[in-house]
């Protein structure tokens, strides 16, 4: 009994499975029955001969468990019915074959084999109706691998489809962390130029004022050197009040007049000279403290200067990326146009 939906009505007429076809098939019954396990055991023992199926069996399953499924599936040929729960079984066993990692070409051989086997066994023990056993035998195998490559292609489908879904997702977050990579590049650049350009800034101010104070400081050096002339007039100004004092000393009553004029002369150079050493004091201060700011100045040029070059060095670098960061944004505009 055939009951499918048009599009299935039309793939079995294709192949050539009839109402009598099943009818047939639905007296071997007892028969299929009969050679089921000889059927099977065969079938397994050729199947356990290929490692690669050895080790898939292994790993999702046992060897007598696939045994019981398979006697259920080749009895199940000769039930006389094709319906919607005939294509869902097989569906679900295509389903779970590509699940587990079997390919094509190993289900489809086992297809061969498997038909192999059977023919075999009916020639032995059917020879009277082997031959048109085995002929509708061979059409229900081939719908069964029909059905099962149809389950393949829907989840090897469904695979690829979570491929391309999972690869878009990856080139959206991708691009999306472009752009803001392009953005912080953008701002990154203009803060490492405004960055170069007050350290470039800096640098000269304070190589101006590292010449002013090399100037002061030679200021300060002619000061002192006139601090020292000074001194020296002072020197020899006492001198010559001390001389005059004496002449006067030596005048009596008469050179009163001329010893008060030296005594001050005295003091004055006295005072001169306190002072003069007073200023020198201050004007040695006043260099250390120059001395200072001058290595200040120093240190502040040397490192203004180094922080330029490396600002420099980061705004190359910021220029860099954000050109690979431009690359990485054509090749995804290319994949996704390709796509």
Known sequence: MIRVDQARAKQLNYIGITEKD????????????????EVVNELYARITEQPELLRLIQSHSSIERLKETQRWYFQSLTEGAID???????????KVHSKIGLTT???LGTYILYLDIATSTLKRVAPEDW????????????LDSQIVLEAYEKDEKAKV???????????????????????????LSASS????????????????????????????????????????????????GL??????????????????????????????????????SKLKEIR????????????????????????????????MIDTVAAELNELLDVDVVTH
Do not use: C, P
Not at 23 to 36: G, N, S
């Open 243 to 280: 001389n005059a004092a004496l002449e006067a000393a030596r005048a009596g009553e008469a050179g009163l007049g001329f010893e008060v004029v030296a005594n001050e002369i005295r003091k004055l150079a006295t005072h001169s000279k306190q002072s003069l050493v007073a200023i020198q």
């Open 288 to 319: 250390s403290a120059l001395d200072e700011v001058k290595h200040g100045s120093e240190e502040t040029v040397r490192f203004s200067r180094e922080q330029a070059a490396s600002s420099q060095e980061l705004s190359s670098f910021v220029q």
């Open 22 to 37: 099943l009818a047939f098939l639905k007296t071997k019954q007892d028969l299929f029955k009969e050679i089921t396990n």
């Open 84 to 94: 919607d729960e005939f294509f869902d079984k097989r569906l679900y066993i295509g």
């Open 193 to 240: 130029n405004l960055v170069a350009t007050s350290a470039s800034h800096t640098a000269s101010v304070q190589e101006n004022s590292h010449a002013k104070v090399g100037e002061l400081s030679s200021s300060i050096d002619e000061i002192n050197q006139l601090g020292s002339a000074m001194r020296e007039i002072s020197d020899q100004t006492h001198l010559i």
């Open 161 to 187: 489809e979570r491929l391309v879904e999972n690869r878009q997702y990856m080139l959206t977050k991708v691009s999306s962390v472009v752009q803001d990579l392009s953005s912080m590049m953008v701002e």
């Open 131 to 142: 031959l048109a056993i085995t002929h509708s035998l061979s059409k229900m195998f081939n």
């Open 105 to 107: 070409q190993w289900y």
